[in-house]
């Protein structure tokens, strides 16, 4: 049996001050009267602190790289104070324990400083690491997942810790490694020590992950704006072929009604110079040929005097259609307007014929307006020649579907169902008119209780 084994199975008697003790770990660590180092298994029975002087005896662990005792009894001599930590730096710690191990190092109270370098939290303690070069140590503090930790115990602080060292040996026979080191570990007694000395530096504004997020957000606005652009775009060019095509169209009317008032001037001037003289030369002819005829020619007098008449209502008519297409011609657009403009021409309605709307005035077809403006004169002529009224009352109601007239007068009336009856040409006229525009007429009236006519039309 080689000396190391017969080492391990004495029996030892050790006297040391505790360097190391947590609440639920299994072991302390202390520094015997001969200055080594042991890692001693707690009892029940005793609860001794950092600085306590303890007698501890038992058998010591078989191992040449740590020492440890199995222990069988432990009691508490005195109280007292810890031994200062010795001063190393971390690639130090690693050149004096690789690869296997020494025993001189193994539960040694040291204090050295490295810079964080991760933070590990758990559920009843917080892992670090902490580095110096190429080599690193982990440093659990009992902080649990539940508490926060300091604010400058951040990644990049620089950090002291005072603790003892441990490590594990690892034992593989398949590949014949026998108590390589691994998990090189600086156990502090309480959190409080380990202190930053240096905290971490602010990380720099222009990161990686910044920028990226920077050119990701500038991207998506170029993006947007592209888009908002985009439709902008459609929607100006959309809108200016709108008003393109809307002033086309204006145009287009105006050249056309333009061209249709000049016609209905010419044509009335060909129809005023032209066919209504040769009316008023046929009238005065039969008139005259009426003078040659012999007295008891009654029949063909008759005969003559109807056709007479016939051609004075067709020059009545004439003369009715010439004067609705000049005022039509030569009158605003706007119905009330036209009606207005058309009244005061005729000099014999002044003080007699009132014109008046209600509701908001709808666009009324020109060709439409001319049609109206036939139909009130043919009414207000009736009502002032035939009905011998002293006041006559043209009333225009809007409404969003229907335009209706009405000419409503003081004369002395006359029998409505014989005049409709009778094919009364003035009468009859309006009648077509209207319902040319797609309206109907009611007629009302009294003897001696003036007349009314209502013209109802669809508006579009």
Not at 260 to 269: F, H, K, P, S, Y
Not at 351 to 365: D, L, S
Not at 379 to 407: E, I, P, Q, T, W
Request: net charge negative; glycine share 8%.
């Amino acid at each position: 049996m080689t000396l190391p084994l017969l080492l391990a199975a004495a029996f030892t008697n050790l006297t040391g001050v505790v360097t190391f003790e947590r609440s639920g770990l299994p072991f302390y660590f202390i520094e015997a009267s001969d200055g080594s180092n042991w890692r001693v298994e707690r009892t029940a029975s005793t609860n001794a602190v950092v600085g306590d002087v303890i007698e501890a005896w038992g058998e010591r662990e078989p191992s040449a790289v740590k020492n440890r005792l199995a222990t069988k009894g432990l009691k508490v001599l005195s109280h007292g104070e810890a031994p200062l930590p010795k001063e190393v730096e971390i690639p130090e710690i690693f050149a004096g324990i690789m690869p296997y191990g020494d025993a001189r190092w193994y539960g040694g109270l040291f204090a050295t400083e490295g810079l964080l370098r991760d933070i590990n939290r758990r559920q009843n303690s917080t892992q670090l690491l902490v580095g110096d070069g190429e080599y690193n140590l982990q440093v659990e503090i009992p902080i649990p997942l539940e508490e926060s930790l300091p604010d400058k115990l951040v990644q990049g602080a620089t950090v002291r810790i005072v603790g003892s060292l441990a490590y594990t040996s690892i034992e593989n026979y398949d590949e014949s490694v026998f108590g390589r080191i691994e998990n090189v570990e600086l156990l502090p007694t309480s959190s409080d020590a380990v202190e930053v000395v240096k905290r971490a530096p602010k990380p720099p504004f222009w990161t990686g992950r910044r920028v990226a997020g920077i050119l990701g957000i500038l991207g998506l606005v170029v993006f947007v704006l592209f888009v908002w652009a985009a439709t902008l775009r459609r929607m100006v060019r959309k809108r200016t072929d709108e008003l393109a095509e809307s002033i086309r169209e204006r145009e287009t009317v105006r050249i056309e009604a333009d061209a249709a008032r000049r016609e209905r001037l010419r044509l009335a001037a060909d129809l005023h110079d032209g066919f209504q003289q040769y009316l008023a030369s046929a009238m005065f002819r039969l008139k005259a040929a009426r003078n040659y005829l012999p007295k008891e020619a009654t029949r063909s007098a008759e005969q003559l005097a109807e056709v007479q008449a016939a051609l004075q209502h067709t020059q009545t008519g004439l003369r009715s259609t010439l004067w609705a297409m000049n005022e039509e011609s030569e009158g605003p657009e706007s119905l009330m307007a036209l009606f207005g403009f058309a009244a005061r021409r005729m000099a014999h309605w002044d003080g007699k014929v009132e014109i008046a709307a209600e509701g908001e005035e709808r666009a009324i077809a020109r060709k439409s307006a001319g049609t109206l403006l036939l139909i009130m004169q043919e009414a207000v002529g009736n009502a002032l020649k035939h009905g011998r009224a002293a006041h006559v009352r043209v009333r225009l109601v809007f409404s969003d579907s229907r335009l209706v007239m009405s000419v409503v007068d003081d004369g002395i009336g006359f029998d409505s169902e014989r005049v409709m009856e009778s094919g009364h040409y003035g009468m009859a006229s309006m009648e077509r008119r209207c319902s040319e525009l797609g309206g109907a007429m009611t007629v009302w009236s009294k003897r001696g209780l003036g007349s009314r006519i209502d013209f109802s039309l669809p508006l579009e």
